[in-house]
């Protein structure tokens, strides 16, 4: 088959040939304006569409718009629509061209047709141009009188989009009044919907500075109106029908006869296949039944049965959205529930997050009655491949236990979960046996028995060692091997790089020399060596507290650090019921879907109003980041002389204690109290002039003489780049590429909160330390900053940190993505050392 001669081809319409194109375009249209041929709307079909493809890749066609106004003059409703698509694009930008549009789409809008009518009336709506608005009442006023229902729901549209070009014009030409009566009396329930939508819009904008609109605005929620709309809802298409339900939702019942009226005129809607007119009606009920309680349960009862079939015959959004909404009810009224828990069982194809709630949902209904079956359920899916979902799984069969159902046989399970080897289920438990023993002391010798025999080295999760450390400080005295085992991590200090796990490590040689002092006396006396040298601020306070306490007396050490303790009753829970109430009253809203009130994501006093997204999309580049780096400070002063008065400083720049004599201890006798007296200070001893024996407090724990003089702390392990500099485009880059190493909270010290006023404090006490700020946004209390650092031996090793503080909880949360994985941890140290020193002199 031959090719198609040159004249019959045509340019692609996303690739234009050259500059002429569009002056062809525009000569073509000319020589059919005015043409009847048969067949010329076909040919301007093919023109109106290369001029819309021109327009939608933006080129710029305007040059033609005289001629699509001429060519519009037809009966062709494809024509119209792509003229009207073309006029509204252009005559925003130009009210010039605008004045072209108003008599063709005047005379338009009475044309014969009245899709063309009503197509015409909403683009000359659309032009929102503020010196046009006089030509939009005329068109306006006819359309809401159209007899066809068509034109009468755009021109209701079209009132409200005059409203925001002008309100007096619309306030003046009484349109308001005009759709009320629409409202009440049009037979087509679409334009009943947009007058009552638009009504509510103009009514709420109008009514801080008139009192006919408030007055209006209340008359919306009157008994008539409201029994006209339900009476009348099944006529509504789904958005409508919400749209009336979130209004009889405000409506306020005059007695109880009013309140079953209203659910037996809405009995029907609970059974709708859409899920928004199911939920919106679902809160109609509970909020009528609010003060009944009798009522309110079975209104539970009753709207149980049509969300779980919703949850069931849908997509996975659908499903999480309805089991959001679900949770809320569970907790409010879990003995509702308790009989349909198998509802709440996983599938296997259902997608995390679902799951996720589904747990949630398990662990609030488990009662008496349904225990053993939920945690045999959840039992179940430790096992699971999805390793969040098994972690979830069995910090459910925790909570569960923590609710005093069945105990015995869930401590049994949990004690059978750190059999199966597996690390992150070793370490869910050993969090949850911690949690289990504050709460039921008296199953620690079951507990102990296990744990003991979990070697530390197998432990790497943070929590999960903590967990462990707590337990053979806490236990010591039932775990033969505890002060051996806290010893080998002690001297291992140097190597954890968690802060949460040497807090712990401190405590639990505390409370284990107070148990078993002889075998515990190096540990700790290495223990608080180290932490007093330690880099992070909470840890080399700690310490030195511990140092300070042991130092005035032995016996107030202990009874602070290891009191006698009573069982926990009740844990805390993270939500307050204040917030819980705010949640429910905003039912059928984000804030179910979020578990927080809308004003916590709305209002820019809670959220900052940061000037990039999570992507790191346009990063606006501060002045510090792009400006000379500032060289990294040294400091060789002592960190333990940064809790230590004026004078204690200057007597301790020769020696680290002077002028009190202590007694070692004698290890012969097995009464522990008689060796807690022999360390303990004497009174006279304090104030003697000169050491009374060669073994002073420093002696017994193996800190070195008291003429010794202060440890200097270490160098941090991991030496940053002064002078790195990072591109921004690479930065953003790198931050879409590398994946999260680690995710960690810490703390901000009051200094350094106090000093938070603008960012820029923050970004220059940063450089100092090597790290270099590329991006940062926010005002009290939320602050937000991207930072980066670089290696001093591999410049091309990068470290990416996103650190949002808040300043009303004085916490840091930190993201570290890394070039280098392994040394993630490491860098998040230097990261938080920093942190902490700011705002310290």
Not at 417 to 442: G, H, I, N, S, W
Not at 667 to 673: A, F, P, Q, R, V
Not at 800 to 825: G, H, P, R, W
Request: hydrophobic share 40%.
């Amino acid at each position: 088959m031959a090719p198609p001669a040159a004249s019959q081809r045509y340019p692609s319409p996303s690739q234009p040939s050259g500059k002429s194109e569009v002056t062809d375009l525009k000569s073509q249209l000319r020589q059919l304006a005015g043409s009847r041929a048969p067949g010329v709307d076909d040919s301007k079909r093919d023109l109106f569409k290369k001029v819309i493809s021109y327009m939608t890749i933006g080129i710029d066609v305007s040059s033609v718009f005289g001629e699509m106004v001429m060519c519009s003059a037809t009966s062709d409703i494809v024509l119209k629509k792509m003229c009207y698509l073309y006029v509204g694009n252009y005559a925003k930008g130009n009210p010039d061209l605008s004045l072209l549009t108003i008599n063709f789409l005047q005379r338009d809008c009475k044309d014969q047709d009245p899709m063309i009518r009503g197509l015409a009336l909403r683009s000359l709506c659309s032009l929102r141009v503020p010196n046009l608005v006089e030509y939009l009442v005329g068109p306006l006023g006819s359309g809401l009188k159209d007899n066809n229902s068509y034109v009468r729901t755009i021109a209701v549209t079209g009132v409200l989009k005059l409203y925001h070009i002008s309100a007096s014009t619309c306030i003046d030409a009484d349109f308001p009044a005009t759709l009320k009566s629409l409202m009440l009396h049009d037979s087509d329930a679409q334009v009943v919907a947009n007058c009552l939508s638009a009504l509510q819009e103009i009514w709420s904008l109008e009514v801080s500075h008139s009192e006919e609109a408030c007055r209006e605005k209340e008359s919306l929620l009157s008994k008539p109106v409201i029994y006209y709309f339900l009476n009348r809802i099944k006529e509504f298409n789904e958005w409508a029908q919400c749209l009336i339900l979130e209004l009889a939702v405000k409506y306020v019942p005059s007695d109880s006869n009013d309140i079953f009226d209203i659910m037996n005129l809405l009995e029907d809607r609970l059974q709708h296949a859409n899920g928004a007119v199911v939920l919106a009606t679902v809160k109609v009920f509970l909020q009528l039944t609010l003060s009944m309680t009798d009522v309110h349960q079975q209104v539970y009862e009753r709207i149980k049965s049509p969300l779980l079939t919703l949850v069931s015959s849908g997509s996975p959004e659908q499903s999480y959205a309805i089991l959001s909404h679900l949770h809320l009810l569970v907790v409010r009224a879990p003995f509702i529930f308790a009989s349909d828990y198998k509802h709440f069982y996983c599938q296997y194809n259902e997608p995390s997050y679902v799951k996720k709630l589904k747990l949630e949902m398990l662990t609030a209904i488990a009662n008496e009655s349904n225990t053993y079956e939920i945690v045999t359920e959840l039992c179940e899916y430790a096992a699971n491949v999805d390793i969040a979902i098994a972690r979830e799984s069995i910090r459910a069969v925790g909570k569960i236990a923590l609710q005093q159902y069945d105990v015995n046989a869930i401590v049994d399970r949990l004690l059978q979960f750190l059999e199966m080897e597996k690390d992150y289920v070793t370490a869910e438990t050993l969090v949850l046996v911690k949690d289990l023993l504050r709460k039921y002391p008296q199953w620690s010798h079951d507990c102990i028995s296990v744990v003991g025999g979990i070697s530390s080295k197998n432990i790497q999760e943070p929590k999960a060692k903590s967990a462990l450390i707590w337990m053979l400080g806490e236990y010591a005295q039932d775990m033969s091997d505890a002060p051996y085992v806290l010893e080998n991590l002690i001297e291992n200090w140097e190597e954890e790089h968690s802060a949460e796990v040497r807090l712990h490590l401190l405590t639990a040689a505390m409370k284990c020399f107070f148990k078993r002092p002889p075998e515990t006396q190096r540990a700790l006396g290495i223990a608080l060596a180290a932490g007093m040298a330690d880099f992070h601020q909470d840890v080399h306070d700690r310490a030195l507290f511990y140092y300070r306490v042991l130092q005035y007396d032995v016996h107030v050490a202990e009874r602070v650090v290891s009191p006698s303790k009573q069982a926990v009753s009740v844990f805390a829970d993270t939500q307050s019921s204040e917030i819980k109430d705010r949640i429910f009253d905003e039912f059928n809203s984000l804030s179910v879907i979020y578990q927080k009130p809308s004003y916590m994501f709305t209002d820019k006093e809670h959220r900052g109003p940061f000037e990039f997204s999570d992507e790191v999309g346009n990063i606006p580049i501060t002045p510090e980041a792009s400006g000379d780096i500032v060289p990294a400070q040294q400091f060789e002063a002592n960190d333990k002389d940064l809790l230590l008065s004026t004078d204690e400083k200057d007597d301790n720049k020769g020696v680290s204690i002077t002028g009190s004599a202590y007694t070692a201890p004698s290890y012969d006798n097995s009464n522990i109290s008689s060796q807690m007296q022999e360390l303990a200070i004497s009174g006279s001893a304090t104030s003697a002039a000169t050491p009374q024996s060669s073994f002073d407090f420093d002696d017994i724990f193996g800190l070195g003489l008291s003429t010794a003089p202060a440890r200097t702390p270490s160098p941090p392990l991991l030496k940053l780049n002064p002078r790195a500099a990072l591109d921004p485009g690479a930065f953003q880059q790198k931050w879409r590429q590398l994946p999260i190493s680690l995710t960690q909270e810490c703390s901000v010290n009051p200094q350094g909160i106090a000093a938070l006023t603008v960012p820029q404090s923050l970004i220059k006490h940063m450089q100092s330390h090597s790290i270099h700020c590329i991006a940062s946004g926010g005002q009290s209390p939320n602050f937000k900053f991207f930072f980066f650092a670089q290696k001093e031996s591999e410049p091309s090793s990068n470290y990416l940190t996103e650190c949002v503080i808040n300043s009303s909880s004085a916490k840091a949360q930190i993201k570290v993505k890394a070039d280098e994985q392994s040394t993630s941890q490491a860098f998040a140290t230097v990261f938080e050392t920093a942190l902490s020193e700011f705002g310290m002199p």
